[in-house]
DNA sequence: CGATAAGTGGAGAGCCTCATCCACTTGATC
DNA sequence: GATCAAGTGGATGAGGCTCTCCACTTATCG
């Protein structure tokens, strides 16, 4: 087993040098920008032609999956520590507060986390699970009696997409202000002020994270013609 | 006082029906697609050239600004219809859930509302009355107790940020999601719970909806120029 | 060191956007 | 109904984006 992640298994040196590089400034300008920023910027910024780029990434599809695939496994992780927690509604708390963070520090995350990504089969498989495990840690706190009982599962894409709204221009205001507004909802979902809520909200999380489209939002295809036409 | 905006006075008969078809065309698809569609589809599906949207709107910028002014105006009103409620608190909510509805129904919304706007004055001028008002509603809601004293004004910014993500393909999904979001908020406004919350964030509702940036986002001018070049 | 395949950069194709121009049509007026 | 300014639509710039092509450079290995 090569530690090397096998994709820059048989790389030459320099070539090696480069694509890591590349992954690296990805990293940051996503997270400045946003998933917007254009191939020609962070080739630039790499010090590379766009062509080394495309060489290594042949869609930019590509690139956010590369880019964005350790911060799904740190999601995992943060689900997979929240159930080893013995006190599972202090787990649905940080579990929350850690990946809303993680979701305020990063402009790009949102926008991948919901991207279709119809290629990356384990990134898929990696969503599935930290919705699962959200779920049991659901199904646990709620039987500490400390998450009120109508709490639905897709509540949690109610949170990720409101958490999503908050960006600002820079990092550390949208970090307080997604701390405030998780405190805010942290403390609704608390089983002592159960007042009554109004439905469910029919989302889903599967959907909300999985929509029929393609990553960078490249609309319905149908959009373009809107009318029949004069 | 003609009844007819003054845009529209010396009009001839048939510019003013295509005026007001662009209007509401322009209406629908923002609401539907949000501020991202092209002027040629609006144009397309108002039966008309791209010409004359131009002769009527010179902008782009300026149809958003006209499609979306009344819609500013019945924000206006929730306040002031909110502040003319007796119970303080529940005009506080009311308004809340009135202008996150409206808000979660029209795609182009927050967009619009967020959007700097740098030559419509009377926008500038109907926000700050909103923004005011709902200062003065704040105010007094904090004073019968109901609403929890650490309540900062700021955190209405954050509550229309943290709404504006909610943004699903059916405007159905989008008001239900949004109802039960505001729910939850408001529940935790409630001075009942005043659990103690990390710092009132350093957003500031002018600053949120006065980006130093324009209409359609074009992105700060030295992005384009990342790096000193190679 | 010299051969060679791997790697490279920048020009540009193709598509989309906002906005403009101008030859043609049409409603209002006498 | 004739006149003509007001109104119109489609072609077209200008500029952004993703992605491709190809002549040139360079790391690697005998």
Redesign the interface.
């Given at each position: 087993m090569p530690t090397v992640p096998a994709a820059v298994a048989g790389l030459r040196a320099d070539a090696r040098q480069n694509r890591d590089r590349i992954v690296e400034v990805a990293r940051e300008?996503f997270a400045e920008?946003g998933l917007?920023v254009p191939m020609a910027?962070i080739a630039?910024?790499a010090?590379v032609g766009v062509a080394t780029l495309y060489r290594r990434f042949p869609t930019k599809e590509s690139l956010v999956t590369e880019v964005f695939a350790d911060q799904f496994e740190a999601c995992v992780s943060v689900v997979d520590d929240a159930l080893a927690d013995p006190d599972p509604w202090r787990g649905f708390c940080t579990a929350v507060e850690k990946v809303c963070t993680m979701q305020a520090a990063d402009r790009g995350f949102s926008a991948a986390f919901t991207a279709a990504f119809p290629d990356a089969v384990d990134i898929e498989q990696e969503r599935n699970r930290a919705i699962q495990g959200f779920a049991e840690l659901t199904r646990r706190a709620k039987a500490t009696g400390r998450l009120r009982a109508d709490f639905a599962q897709d509540?949690f894409a109610?949170l990720l997409?409101?958490?999503?709204?908050?960006?600002?221009?820079s990092t550390?205001?949208a970090q307080?202000?997604s701390?405030?507004?998780v405190?805010?909802?942290l403390?609704?979902?608390?089983a002592?002020?159960a007042?009554p809520?109004?439905?469910?909200?029919?989302?889903n999380l599967h959907d909300?994270l999985n929509?029929p489209t393609s990553t960078t939002r490249p609309?319905p295809p149908a959009?373009t013609r809107?009318?029949p036409?004069?």
């Open positions: 300008l920008r917007d910027a630039r910024r010090h509540d109610l997409m409101a958490n999503g709204g908050i960006i600002t221009e550390e205001t307080a202000a701390r405030r507004l405190a805010y909802l403390s609704a979902f608390r002592e002020q007042e809520l109004p439905p469910p909200a029919p989302l909300v929509p609309a959009s809107l009318e036409a004069t």
